[in-house]
């Protein structure tokens, strides 16, 4: 919230009037076709600045990264880059359905080796639609981690199509003996996304304790973004971290 004013001008720019179009009416988005827009670009090359999450990342040294709304055409071989001289192995990104002149992004990055993983994953070609989906294997153990920009829950019809992938991807690692960890913005409180009774059979916990993470266009945070891991897993220490973003940046320590 502390950039909340600039931050809502840069949604406004990005995403265009179709923006208004989400709030007022959502059931218009069904059919809408991918945009293009020069001034979109230009804005964000202009704005875009990378410095506060590599500083808060610099300082928590998290071994597994999860990072959202990265734009693909400006700011992914940068992270790349920065990321692999802080000593991460695997680099990944899943890139969204929308935008192809300002692509969405979601990276997940691991210190320890990982092998990138196929997930199908349900998208709009328009904005709230999603922001990618991106997994990986860690290579010497049985985790398998993956990172997630889901649509918002204004969107019904996709929102249950990702919830479905998501659970069909997740119940196949697990077949195989494969414990998940799987984060990001949800767009969506856990007690909503408990309501998906396919979801709560995952047996999955909020590590972070569903604290309040994003304004959304108001002057109120709400609970959006969240890690679960499996149950045998503890959360030893949780927290927030406020780094000029219109969402606030969660750390969590896990251990079996």
């Given at each position: 919230m502390d950039n909340l004013l600039v931050?809502?001008?840069?949604?406004?720019?990005?995403?265009?009037?179709?923006?208004?179009?989400?709030?007022?009416?959502?059931t218009s988005f069904k059919n809408r076709k991918k945009t293009l827009n020069p001034?979109?670009?230009?804005?964000i090359k202009k704005h875009s600045s990378l410095a506060s999450i590599l500083e808060v990342i610099k300082k928590e040294k998290p071994d597994i990264l999860m990072l959202n709304e990265l734009i693909?055409?400006?700011?992914c071989s940068e992270i790349e880059k920065e990321l692999s001289a802080l000593g991460y192995s695997s680099i990944y990104f899943g890139y969204s359905a929308h935008h192809d002149d300002a692509t969405v992004s979601s990276l997940v990055a691991s210190k320890i080796k990982g092998e990138k993983l196929a997930i199908e994953f349900t998208?709009?070609?328009?904005?709230?639609?999603?922001?990618?989906?991106?997994?990986?294997?860690?290579?010497?153990s049985n985790i398998t981690v993956v990172g997630v920009h889901m649509c918002t829950p204004k969107f019904p019809?996709?929102?249950?199509?990702?919830?479905?992938?998501i659970v069909k991807f997740l119940e196949t690692e697990k077949l195989l003996g494969r414990e998940v960890i799987i984060a990001g913005d949800w767009n969506a409180s856990t007690l909503f996304l408990k309501k998906y009774p396919a979801f709560s059979k995952l047996n999955l916990i909020n590590s972070e304790g569903d604290m309040l993470t994003c304004p959304t266009f108001l002057p109120k945070l709400e609970p959006l973004d969240h890690i679960f891991v499996p149950q045998n897993f503890k959360t030893i220490n949780s927290k927030t971290?406020?780094?000029?973003?219109?969402?606030?940046?969660?750390?969590?320590?896990?251990?079996?």
């Open positions: 931050n809502t001008i840069g949604h406004l720019v990005f995403h265009g009037w179709s923006m208004i179009a989400l709030f007022l009416n959502p001034r979109r670009i230009s804005y693909k055409q400006i700011q998208e709009g070609a328009h904005a709230g639609g999603g922001g990618g989906i991106v997994g990986l294997r860690l290579v010497q019809w996709l929102y249950d199509a990702q919830i479905a992938d971290i406020a780094f000029g973003s219109d969402h606030l940046a969660v750390s969590v320590e896990v251990g079996k």
